[in-house]
């Protein structure tokens, strides 16, 4: 028996076509295609600069350290999230803190954010869950009366919008109220490039960072050269100008030649490729249909499963749009509601496991259950249903026919 996923990618020929053709052509890595993707993401979100990399944890990684935060520092996310909205506080050596969520949205709560930050705080991480956008507006106000770095872990929420108290919309990802936001690109979420990810930024000196950090901290461009023992004074350079990479004014005027790069800072190979963003960009242009479709298929869950007193509804906050990455409901008996619909096909699934609750944040740590009640209290009757734009009517059908013959509710 083929399960139903909880979540599955959307291919079609035009994205097999993009890639075969980038196949064929001269670049595999470090080519036309990546600055490509990047461009158009950074139009569609309404943000000035964005940098792609590998996957949404090395986007998580790099923006801590463009952040600047350092060993010693202190980080807040929700507890409600993946692994990687924490860890790449631990990457970078600081500490991974946490504030409990809302019970209405699971996104973390601002006013218990506000109680968490102390002198060591440096950086909020407000997670997206689910596509709903986290009330930014808020945790804004609070950052900025505590000079705090705000990155947005968008991964679930490429396409989701939300409405300001003047009835301004902003677009996930434009940075309109926070320093960076990342996003993940496999396949379950709104869009894929198989793995991927990115960070966008309206910070020019935040991009260059991100761009240095993703390729070893090597800069190729002669204007920031700061060595010039390999350099030729340009009056009496060997070099033509097709045999130099170009000239550094900073001091004098000095030529480098084409091989010269420089390191200045600790980086990483976090390049995506070519084949990656290839892809990227034909999902690009179906980001409207999969958002409307999955915001189709959660109305039709709404429809059709609230008069069910079992189940606990996702409700969207007030002036959000949600891209609605994940279908998600507090269900009575949700251990064997969940075993219910896996025996018969339906891949429903659990998260999230609350971070302060993996052994390692234990031991590390000293996190108990308890700390974070409200997360807790959701994790204990979550359940994911199947969402994701290739999800048929007649499998929806199936879903709400399963849950309720479970209920006993014809
Ligand atoms: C909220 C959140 N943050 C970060 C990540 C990490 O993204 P990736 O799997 O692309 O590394 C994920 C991926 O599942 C996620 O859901």
Redesign the pocket.
Known sequence: MNMIPYSRQWLDEEEIASVVETLKGNYLTQGPKVEEFEEAVAEICGAKYAVAVT????A?HLAALASGLKPGDEGITSPN??L??ANCLLYVGARAEFADIQPETYCLDPEALKKKINSRTRLIIP?HFAGQPCDMERIWEVAKEKNLMVIE?A??ALGSKWRDKKGEWHMVGSCSHSHMTTF???P?KTITTG???MILTNDPNIARKLRLLRNHGISKDPSEFMNLEFAYPADCSPLTAQGSCGTNFAHAPYSFPPWYYEMHELGFNYRITELQCALGLVQLKRLSFFVARRRQIWANYQERLCGLKELTLPRERDGAQSCWHLYVVQAQERDRLLSHLRLRGIGAHAMYIPIHLQPYYQRRFGYKRGDFPQAERYFARCLILPLYPGLSDEMLDFIVKTIKEFYGVA
Do not use: I, K, Q, Y
Request: overall charge negative.
């Open positions: 996957n949404g944890t090395a998580l999230t993946f990687a909205s997670v872990d991964s679930h993940s690109f496999h379950v793995e991927g990810g």
